[in-house]
T-cell receptor, first 115, second 114 residues
Framework: DADVTQTPRNRITKTGKRIMLECSQT?????MYWYRQDPGLGLRLIYY???????NKGEISDGYSVSRQAQAKFSLSLESAIPNQTALYFC??????????????FGEGSRLTVL | GDSVTQMEGPVTLSEEAFLTINCTYT??????LFWYVQYPGEGLQLLLK?????DKGSNKGFEATYRKETTSFHLEKGSVQVSDSAVYFC?????????????FGQGTILTVHP
């Protein structure tokens, strides 16, 4: 089984719907991240969390919210989805040691299509 | 702000060909530089890294040298295999950053034919 698991892997929804993407990890890492990947733009950071009580906005947080339900779980929500949120979303984790070396551990991605 | 620029893809090569994927960056201070690889259907994984000027990162036959004078971190492999087909991302992390915020390039798709 993957160390970083994302659900759903694929989702098609309509404009205005609320969507939640979930991420769980078995690596025991305290830091978790949500990135968005768009063709030609690479990955951009949406939110990150150092621990359950610490949530921080990344560079493109508008239109998104997150919840850190436990150390191992970090969910991304789109309260009212719009078509330009169509993208591939990645959850990633790190701990202090891997953060210091710059290594993040990624899930397999959740492809979201907003019609 | 920080930015990473990679060569336009996709790149298509025959097996055993030489690979170069160019990467240049803009950042203040002394960033750490990375190459991540994304195999089909999988998440990104770290391929190699370099943390200071003139460092050479290497892994699985891939190499990249941190060139501060040209702000570059080009990825090379002497003889590619079909199994190297993937998307390759160059990334940087600003020095002194206390969390894992990486700035990624746009990714380069590599396809290797037998």
């Amino acid at each position: 089984d993957a160390d970083v698991t994302q659900t759903p892997r694929n989702r098609i929804t309509k404009t205005g719907k609320r969507i939640m993407l979930e991420c769980s990890q078995t690596k025991g890492h305290d830091r978790m991240y949500w990135y968005r990947q768009d063709p030609g733009l690479g990955l951009r950071l949406i939110y990150y969390s150092f621990d359950v009580k610490d949530i921080n906005k990344g560079e493109i947080s508008d239109g998104y919210s997150v919840s850190r339900q436990a150390q191992a779980k970090f969910s991304l929500s789109l309260e009212s989805a719009i078509p330009n949120q169509t993208a591939l979303y990645f959850c990633a984790t790190s701990d202090l040691s891997s953060t210091n070396t710059g290594e993040l551990f990624f899930g397999e991605g959740s492809r979201l299509t907003v019609l | 702000g920080d930015s990473v620029t990679q060569m336009e893809g996709p790149v298509t090569l025959s097996e055993e060909a030489f690979l170069t994927i160019n990467c240049t960056y803009t950042a203040t201070g002394y960033p750490s530089l990375f190459w991540y690889v994304q195999y089909p259907g999988e998440g990104l994984q770290l391929l190699l890294k370099a943390t200071k000027a003139d460092d050479k990162g290497s892994n699985k036959g891939f190499e990249a040298t941190y060139r501060k004078e040209t702000t570059s971190f080009h990825l090379e492999k002497g003889s590619v295999q079909v199994s190297d087909s993937a998307v390759y991302f160059c990334a940087l992390r600003r020095g002194g950053t206390s969390y894992g915020k990486l700035t990624f390039g746009q990714g380069t798709i590599l396809t290797v034919h037998p």
